[in-house]
């Protein structure tokens, strides 16, 4: 009797561990120094709330080597201990990209500490793209980790025509400006809210998700890339000007 017992026991412990969530749980550890942990609260909890073990390495921490996976919050110039392992991480490229600014990057590379290991670095040109890069990316991690697909929403693009023609219908719309203030400061579409890209992550609570929204620049290029970042953030209904703010203006002589 006791035997079988036994027997029953293993067999539930086995029939548990293969359904997700419940005994199998990814582990992970998070590499981040003071200020970027700091910038970004939300981070750990999120991926906790995805039955993922996630353990903080900060500045006097060691032992993240030997994860199945770990991400990096920093660029390679980051400060305290996030530079240094930012750099052996991030191809030279990559690296050179984030000096040059105004950028940001999701890298993901296989092996790098151990075998059959996972690591992300999640960085941008400096704090504020960095957080802007977690925020858009962090669902895609945990997708990954957990093995799980998730919805993927794009946005469309739209000519200066088209947006002077939606403008002019009177049609109730989020227009954002993701130029610099000193570029919005000296002409802008009339009713255009300025929320320059790298500060588009902290102002997202003023962008209603119930209104078809509208984003512009200089060339087309950072309306594109915020527009992917309303839309990675689940926003629905988001629109780029694929043509920059000087186009729109000679349409409007």
Known sequence: MKKEIIYIIVLLALSFSFVPGIMAQSKVAVVANS????MNPEFISNLKKNNITVDYF???DSGYEKYDYVIVLGGPDSTEHTGPISAKILLEFDQDKIRAGGS???YEANDTFKSKQKVFVLAGSNRNFTKMTVDQYTSKIISKINGQPI?????ISISASQVKQIIESKE?????DVRTEALYAQGHIPGAVNMPLEKISFMTSQIPKNKKIVLYCGNGIKAAEGAQFLADLNYKNVHAMSEGYPVYANLSK
């Open 35 to 38: 200020i970027d942990i700091g």
């Open 58 to 60: 900060g500045a006097k």
């Open 104 to 106: 940001r990057i999701i």
């Open 151 to 155: 919805q993927t929403n794009t946005f």
């Open 172 to 176: 109730d719309i989020y227009l954002i």
